[in-house]
């Protein structure tokens, strides 16, 4: 059905990769075939996700690494997680349009993704729009998110590195660690770091990098032991982050992406994550549970349409409801009978 697309996309024709997302982001027919003829070429390009707390300035970092890599040579792919408009329910396209310098650049590919309500701000074809740049060769594709709810976390689980960007006026640090933002970076950014407050932020950060459970600072004491206080700690912890080994410390840097400053660092440290992912396995174990992620999306997703999309599973719930309602039945027993009668549905078969 798609083979002249397949042709065009093979072919390297920005065109036919266009026409692949459209196809994939709005779960047209066919989108899974596409998918399934992709699959093959996935693996080569590296997945950055880049989050934050809204006005981080994550589209200005996005567009400095960006420029980073199109002076290395190197293609790049850029996923913009942008909030639903409630007119259109569409993108509302700012990231594109603070990006739009280096949307005019052959080599940068920008596409921005309406949420549709989704959990956490990442749509549900995120994934999939980065494993169709992935299959098209582009080598680097950052991956944006909104910057609310959940979304700081699920980029963790689309990406092989996460840069979490913040910014002085991000509040206490303590919110970042209830966030979960601690758990999920693996490199961060203090953005804005000629602003008042930028180096006591950077600190706060790696005074929590040093008391988390099992942090090699903590565990690696001197002749006279360990100086817990806050400066050596945080000392302590900058250090550590430097260190090719084989445990990864987020490096806390600072940038000012309006001038980009500390962006050639920032793509160094992410260098440096990827290789130390490679050289620990980490990187084939992520790759591995975004795979069964994967598989585990794509059975619940047509488990759901099949089963609310049959006509007669639908009279069957009604007619049980007046049970529910005097109590007669719970909703676990109901499931459970609907699943029961509902096998040969669910697995495609016909009777």
């Not at 060769?137 to 950052?142: F, P, S």
């Not at 920032?266 to 591995?288: C, F, M, N, P």
Request: net charge negative; glycine share 10%.
């Amino acid at each position: 059905m798609h083979d002249a697309l397949l042709a065009g996309f093979r072919a390297g024709r920005k065109a036919s990769l266009a026409r692949a997302i459209s196809i994939v982001e709005n779960h047209r027919p066919g989108a899974d075939a596409l998918l399934g003829a992709l699959h093959a070429a996935l693996g080569r390009a590296r997945r950055i996700g880049v989050t934050g707390p809204p006005g981080a300035g994550k589209s200005t970092i996005s567009a400095s690494l960006a420029r980073h890599y199109r002076n290395q040579g190197l293609t790049v792919g850029v996923v913009c997680v942008d909030p639903t408009s409630p007119f259109t329910g569409g993108a509302l396209l700012g990231d594109r349009i603070r990006m739009e310098d280096v949307a005019l650049d052959p080599g940068v590919y920008i596409r921005s993704l309406a949420t549709r309500g989704s959990l956490g701000g990442l749509s549900a074809a995120t994934r999939e729009v980065s494993d169709v740049l992935d299959a098209f060769g582009i080598d680097r594709i950052l991956i944006e998110t909104v910057g609310v709810g959940q979304s700081e976390l699920e980029v963790a689980r689309t990406a092989d590195s996460s840069l979490v960007i913040l910014v002085p006026e991000s509040g206490d640090s303590i919110q970042t660690l209830k966030a979960g933002l601690m758990e999920i970076a693996d490199v961060f950014a203090v953005n804005k770091a000629d602003r008042p407050g930028a180096d006591r932020l950077r600190t706060e950060i790696e005074l929590m990098l040093g008391m988390r459970p099992g942090a090699a600072s903590i565990e690696s004491s001197g002749h006279h032991g360990v100086d817990l206080s806050r400066n050596n700690l945080a000392r302590q912890v900058r250090e550590e982050a430097t260190r090719d080994d084989s445990r990864w410390t987020p490096p806390v840097l600072r940038t000012i992406g309006t001038e980009e400053q500390g962006i050639a660092e920032v793509a160094e440290a992410l260098d440096r994550h990827y290789q130390y992912l490679e050289a620990s396995g980490q990187l084939r174990t992520r790759r591995r549970v975004r795979l069964r992620e994967r598989v585990v999306d794509v059975v619940e997703e047509k488990t759901r349409q099949r089963l609310w999309a049959d006509a007669d599973t639908t009279v069957w719930l009604e007619a049980r409801l007046p049970q529910l309602e005097a109590g007669e039945a719970t909703p676990f027993e109901i499931a459970d009978a609907l699943l029961a009668r509902s096998a040969d549905l669910l697995s495609g078969r016909t009777t």
